[in-house]
Structure formats: C-alpha cells, structure tokens
C-alpha cells in the first residue's frame, strides 16, 4: 500500500507564493509519474502538473510560467512551487502518483487533499 502525504497549503494573497510537498511512502520499488491535481469548489478535478519518470513535465496552461513542479525520486517525493498565485487557483490540490510499483503490483494512489486559498 502506498501512503501520499501533501503539506504547504494554506491562505496567501494575491501575488503571493506557496511551496506544496508530497511524500510517499510504503513499500516503494519505483513510480512512473507524479503530479498535483486541483479541485475549484463546484468544478471537477483538473490536471495543474505532473513530473514523469522520463523526466519531462506537463502543465496546464493556466498555470505555465507561474508554478514549477520537481521531483525528488529517491525519496518519492514531488513538489509544486506555486508563484504570483491568483484567486482563480484556489481550490483543494491533490498529489497523485501514477503506476506506483510496489510488492503488490502496479497501482495509482491519491493524497488527502491540501487546501489553498488566495484572497483578492
């Protein structure tokens, strides 16, 4: 079983700037992708970015040049440095781990979810 656990959300102004952390963990052999995930109150979950085991990364084009996603993949840990932050990217922002290898097999995982909230 694979465990994600997100920290760094929190309230921040306009402009601002919020550094989100995930770190799994479990019996981990390997993990094809990782990335972070947002759910805006009343929209559906949206893809922000996700780093592969390839090395390349893939963003929505809402938050391009604004927030950068890194990884760390011996500790399994994957981060979203989140700059000149808006109200519009409020919402909850979920770590996702995509073809974790574990003794179990091949799976995908989700976190519990951090909150961030950017005022006006």
């Known amino acids: 079983q694979v465990q994600l656990v997100e920290s760094g959300g929190g309230l921040v102004q306009a402009g601002g700037s919020l550094r989100l952390s995930c770190a799994a963990s479990?019996?981990?052999?390997?993990?094809?992708?990782m990335g972070w995930y947002r759910q805006a109150p009343g929209k559906q979950r949206e893809l922000i970015a996700v780093?592969?085991?390839?090395?390349?990364?893939i963003y929505a084009s809402c938050v391009k040049g604004r927030f950068s996603i890194s990884r760390d993949s011996v500790k399994n840990t994957v981060y979203l440095q989140m700059n000149s932050l808006k109200p519009e990217d409020t919402g909850v922002y979920y770590c996702n781990a995509e073809g974790a290898h574990t003794f179990r097999g091949l799976g995908d995982y989700w976190g519990q979810g951090t909150q961030v909230t950017v005022s006006s």
């Open positions: 479990g019996s981990i052999f390997s993990i094809n992708a």
């Open positions: 780093d592969t085991s390839g090395g390349s990364t």
